[in-house]
């Protein structure tokens, strides 16, 4: 029998430095959405890629740049620590912007907090910029940094991208897979529809609620048809918020339904029937088993 391996790997960069369109490349089906907008997403699960025996977690690490908040706070720290905490870490560079100042912070974050976990180096857009220019910025980058390996790509031909997924897959620790083979597939699926509801909510709702709710898709059935009927449901903190999430005669939770379905069906490609529940699950914040599932360490929030 051949050894399995399974491993995570925390993708951190500056906003727009690609991590969504390189993960759709290596993850190979679109299941990470790419977005012009900034920290729209929480800690967690971005995409799984299979490669060989090996089983490669893409996690997320948003919050990293604007702490707000006791949950942001402790994202923040989730964040580098979760990025210690996963098995190798991928900075991505933007080729054509180089050692920005917010580049050069996350170095400076990684230094403190990386602490044994490797780091490769990825210089992506290589599209953009000439060969020369590269090479200079690969020695600068690392000067600045003791990198474990540099890799140039650029995530949207896909060049080099190969050979980084390669990298990983043997880089990823021997063990059993994380999750079973089947529900690869559609894991990601169920969350990418709770993120595109999540993200709904956050748009129409005053900003305080939204970090105070979370949205789970509870089941996920495939119709005939070819449409596919998706139940979910929105937690919120307290009973007063359950109201707010509603609005009038349901008028708000109708509205962010009517979005939420038409994003999920355009992404999906066909008809998508979105039942959403709300329900209140009192301190769901203080849960540290939800911490947990979203990859946060519930004590970060107290320090
Ligand atoms: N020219 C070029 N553009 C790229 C490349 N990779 C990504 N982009 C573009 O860069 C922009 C940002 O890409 P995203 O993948 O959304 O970046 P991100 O890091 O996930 O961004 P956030 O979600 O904001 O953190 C998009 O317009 C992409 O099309 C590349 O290799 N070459």
Request: hydrophobic share 40%.
């Given at each position: 029998m051949t050894q399995t391996r399974a491993g995570f790997v925390a993708l951190i960069g500056e906003p727009n430095a690609g991590k969504s369109t390189l993960l759709n490349r290596m993850v190979g089906a679109k299941v990470s959405i790419v977005t012009h907008k900034v920290q729209t997403t929480r800690a967690r699960i971005r995409g799984i890629a299979m490669q060989g025996d090996s089983q490669i977690v893409f996690v997320d690490t948003p919050g990293i740049f604007r702490p707000r908040r006791r949950l942001d706070r402790s994202m923040v720290k989730a964040a580098w620590g979760g990025a210690a905490d996963a098995d190798v870490i991928l900075l991505l560079i933007e080729a054509h912007r180089g050692l920005t100042d917010g580049a050069q912070a996350i170095i400076d974050n990684l230094r403190q907090h990386a602490g044994q976990t490797p780091v490769a180096l990825v210089i992506n857009k290589?599209?953009?910029?000439?060969s020369e220019a590269l090479l200079a910025l690969s020695q600068q980058l690392n000067a600045a940094f003791d990198f474990t390996r540099t890799f140039m790509i650029s995530a949207e031909k896909g060049y080099g991208c190969d050979d980084l997924l390669d990298w990983l897959a043997q880089e990823v620790p021997e063990g059993p897979w994380l999750y079973p083979e089947d529900q690869v597939a559609d894991l990601p699926m169920r969350m990418i529809a709770a993120e595109i509801t999540r993200e709904k909510l956050t748009l129409r709702l005053h900003e305080e609620i939204p970090y105070q709710l979370t949205v789970e898709t509870e089941k996920w059935e495939e119709r005939k048809d070819g449409s596919a009927r998706v139940d979910q449901i929105v937690y919120v903190a307290r009973p007063g918020h359950k109201g707010i999430v509603l609005g009038k005669g349901g008028e708000t939770i109708k509205a962010i339904g009517q979005a939420a379905r038409a994003e999920l069906a355009e992404f999906m490609g066909r008809p998508v029937h979105l039942f959403l529940q709300v329900k209140v699950r009192e301190n769901w914040l203080d849960e540290a088993e939800r911490y947990n599932e979203m990859g946060l360490d519930f004590r970060d929030g107290d320090a």
């Open positions: 290589i599209d953009r910029v000439k």
